[in-house]
């Protein structure tokens, strides 16, 4: 499944995903939170959610899409 996938299933507001990083497992195993590196992919995410829940409109970005100008015009060819 894909993140529109559960949205649907679960009938939610989206307001963030949480990449799958090698820096969430080494701060947890060292018992550091995951948001405390802001340059890592996670930490971006968390704080991205975290400013969405205080009221910040800030656009959802889901890792792994590329939503560039020529994967728009690419996804555009592949539906036909």
């Not at 799958?20 to 939170?33: A, L």
């Not at 590196?37 to 829940?53: D, F, H, L, T």
């Given at each position: 499944?894909?993140?529109?996938?559960?949205?649907?299933?679960?009938?939610?507001?989206?307001i963030g995903v949480i990449?799958?990083?090698?820096?969430?497992?080494?701060?947890?195993?060292?018992?550091?939170?995951?948001?405390?590196?802001?340059?890592?992919?996670?930490?971006?995410?968390?704080?991205?959610?975290?400013?969405?829940?205080?009221?910040?409109?800030?656009?959802?970005?889901?890792?792994?899409?590329?939503?560039?100008?020529?994967?728009?015009?690419?996804?555009?060819?592949?539906?036909?």
């Amino acid at each position: 499944m894909d993140v529109d996938d559960i949205v649907d299933l679960l009938s939610i507001d989206l307001i963030g995903v949480i990449p799958d990083d090698e820096y969430i497992i080494t701060q947890t195993n060292k018992g550091e939170p995951a948001v405390s590196n802001k340059k890592a992919p996670s930490g971006k995410a968390y704080i991205e959610i975290a400013r969405r829940v205080l009221g910040d409109n800030i656009e959802v970005t889901i890792p792994g899409r590329d939503e560039g100008f020529f994967a728009k015009i690419l996804s555009f060819f592949r539906r036909k």
